[in-house]
């Protein structure tokens, strides 16, 4: 019996990352060292273990990488904390620290560091090959030398973790991307593998579509044929070559990691700092002018095309129709408090609760209703790739003027455009530009804020 799929094992690096901060600083705090200001070496190495950590990217290890390549990871890893560490002494002028204690600290630690790495390397792999959890269901499009290579890799290699379930031949004349499209769907797999050198132009583009239109990773088996103008990355299972046409920033468990730990403190903050005291004043606000429930409570579509009920304050007289038509200009059903909390987006503080039970982040693609995910998702070409991560409060959409109603068709096109860039070039400091200019706009107004 196959364990529940997870589509990223989100959790397996910051767990790896906590604990590897919590050796560097045990060992830093038990053995002699005759440290003059503990706070400050603790402080010191667990900060140049980070940032080596990132440059090394010494937890990114998939589930296909070598052993020879984790060894690789160590030894730069170590190379560069011996040195950081020693140059703690010179640095900070600590003359006092035993050189010969450092020393078995840092043996201490780099052995402790390195059966930590190599055991949750060797359990994964046996997790995956005698348990069958943690599996990916894979379809292949191509039979030739290469394909029959990859399909090898994947029914003997147990331990990457790969269910091979069918393989489709674009020579043979029953072939057809339609019922290619409906057997992945059907059969909810998680990976297509194309070989490019027997797909035409035209069906390749449309493996890209459908892949990017329902949330399913696209990979390809290079060969001669030129391939597109897009950043590719470059994988070996086993010893053989992968293409992976896109690479999602917060499909890194470490990115994740920290975007989630920042919504949890941001969001925490702006509940006990703002909401508390102005939640109150505006629900007697609200309640004076109209009837209805202080919160407005709507179904949207969040990360992985899952549904959730989006909070807000209830900007509107009640009526029938909220799910179904957006806000527009001098729109009658806006109460006066209304316009005032959707000029200023007050109306959308109550999302941080959203953030805090998960179901959003602080920035990301805005949420849509249901009625017009779907309606876009048949309309706007790679609408659904913004379902790749949770959706946000604000996003690079709305600071670049796109928010609000829909007025034509490249309101919407534009949007997703920008959702799709955000999608693909996550950083933190991109979120901090993006909330930066979220509260200029709103203490200055936007043209479609109402």
Known sequence: MLFKQGRYSGFITPISYVIDLLVINLFAHYLPIQLQSPILFHGYVSLAWTVISFRNEFYKVHRYTKVVHVLKLLFVQFVFFFLVLYAFIGFFKQPNISRLALGQYFVFTFVAVFSIKFLNYILLMKYRRLVKGNIRRVVVIGKNKKTDQLIKVFNERTEFGYQFVMQFSPESSKFNTTNCFVYIVENNVDEIYCSVSELTDSEIAEFIDFADNNLKTLKFLPDNKKIFSKKLKFEYYDYLPILSLRDIPLHNSLNAFFKRAFDIGFSLTMIFGILLWLGPLLAILIRLESKGPIFFIQRRTGFDNREFQCFKFRSMTMNNRADAVQAGKNDARVTKIGKFIRRTSIDELPQFYNVLFGNMS?????????????????????????????????????????????????????????????VENWSFFLDVKIIVQTIINAFSGEEKAY
Request: zero cysteines; proline letters at 5%; charged letters at 30%.
């Open 362 to 422: 602080v920035v990301g693609p805005r949420p849509h209703m249901l009625k017009h995910t779907d309606e876009y998702a048949s309309k706007v070409d790679k609408y659904m790739l913004r379902h790749f991560v949770k959706p946000g409060i604000t996003g690079l959409a709305q600071v670049r003027g796109y928010r609000g109603e829909i007025e034509k068709d490249s309101d919407i096109q534009n949007r997703i455009k920008f959702d799709i860039f955000y």
